[in-house]
């Protein structure tokens, strides 16, 4: 299906200029907010071939992590990084962020522009990043630093959107929260960016993720984010299998309709299908409907099927959009760990046809509800 930008939401649902509603279908794609502040890959192969290759697989879009760090770093990006795009040696790492985003326009993929952490490095421990500030950025120069961002590229449609911060946590400096009208209060900070982006494009989707690392948002339904432009606002949990459920269980321990309680309770009530789990009866107590991107998600290849593809189903049968973590294979940002959530081979060539694949693409054929 053709998309007509720009992208709105009506009724629970992402829509197209023509009134189209679609599903997000994507990946996230790492590394300009980790050690070296560029993407992975580009040591492997050509920028074009890896954007098409997302592009082959399925995927209508692509989250793109970066770090405060990254874009006010002056210093030439690492040449080893580069070895298969040396078009890109002698460019700093924003630069080589630029040519990422207009590789992926270059494919009609949507770009949703991630704001992962504040410095360079793998998330999310226990840390400064936890939050949108810390001692050496205040909430103000975040929110500037968004604004060079989007200024940079407002004449690349394809960049549809926003998500302002990851996983918002606890860390050294405080708990963050959603709604105490303090320093620590995510919705106020959330809600005070959203509008000021809006006044510099307001056809941005402004995605806003919940709290403790993105898996609560209970909160919202009393605490509603007020945008300038209601109808840009997408909601965004994350969802893995280690992530608590119901009945001192975790998410991957959960039946279907165990894992359906969890995150209908936690977030689902606010999306377009309000299902009871056991009746399956339409809620009558939550009125208005709002997209739900589900901005991270994924499985490893030992895993068992079973998280996986119940959540796929819950995903269709709430008419969520979604994004897989990660595409990246390889070693990991400044450490000896190896990324086994990837989905493509070790030279960023072919994607891994493992049982993963098949369960996505799956679910990237099925239509939605509406």
């Known amino acids: ?9 009506a009724n629970g649902y992402i829509v197209d200029q023509l009134g189209h509603p679609l599903r997000l279908q994507s990946v996230n794609w790492y590394g300009a907010s980790d050690t070296d502040n560029i993407v992975m ?13 997302i592009k082959s697989i399925g995927f209508n879009s692509v989250r793109l992590p970066f770090s405060n760090q990254m874009i006010h770093d002056k210093d030439l990006a690492v040449t080893d990084g580069l070895s298969a795009n040396p078009h890109l040696l002698g460019k700093v790492p924003l630069e080589i962020f630029d040519s990422v985003i207009q590789a ?30 810390d001692s050496d950025q205040t909430e103000l120069k975040w929110i500037d630093d968004w604004s060079y961002l989007i200024e940079r590229y407002l004449d690349i449609p ?13 860390g050294p400096m405080g708990r963050a929260n959603w709604g105490n009208r303090d320093s620590f209060d995510w919705h106020r900070a959330a809600e005070s960016a959203g509008n000021h982006l809006l006044k510099l494009n307001p056809n941005l989707l402004v995605v806003i993720e919940g709290i403790d690392y993105a898996a609560d948002l209970r909160q919202a339904a009393t605490h509603p984010i007020c945008l300038v432009k209601p109808d840009q606002l997408v909601y965004s949990p994350h969802v893995y299998g280690w992530f608590g459920g119901i009945n001192g269980k975790s998410l991957a321990e ?3 309709q165990e894992l359906c309680q969890a995150l209908d309770s936690a977030w689902g009530y606010l999306g377009p299908v309000k299902k009871m789990n056991k009746t399956e009866k339409l809620l009558a107590d939550v009125d ?23 959540l796929c189903h819950y995903i269709k049968e709430r008419d969520l959009s ?33 049982w993963r694949l098949k369960v996505i693409q799956r679910l990237m054929r099925e239509k939605l509800i509406c």
């Open 322 to 354: 979604w994004a897989w973590w990660p595409l990246n294979t390889g070693l990991k940002p400044g450490s000896d760990e190896m990324e086994t959530w990837g989905l493509v081979d070790q030279q960023w060539k072919h994607p891994i046809d493992d």
């Open 288 to 310: 208005q409907s709002f997209p739900i991107w589900i901005s991270e998600m994924g499985a490893g290849p030992a895993d068992k099927p079973d998280f996986l593809e119940n």
């Open 104 to 133: 992926l326009a270059a494919e009609d993929l949507l770009v949703i522009l991630n704001n992962h952490t504040t410095t360079s490095t793998w998330c999310c421990n226990y840390d400064n990043n936890a939050l949108w500030f």
């Open 1 to 9: 299906m053709t998309i007509k930008l720009p992208l709105t939401t």
């Open 41 to 53: 890959g580009l040591d492997c192969n050509h920028i074009s071939q890896i954007a098409a290759m």
């Open 158 to 170: 394809q960049v549809v959107g926003v998500d302002l911060r990851n996983e918002v946590r606890s």
């Open 254 to 256: 959960h039946s279907y």
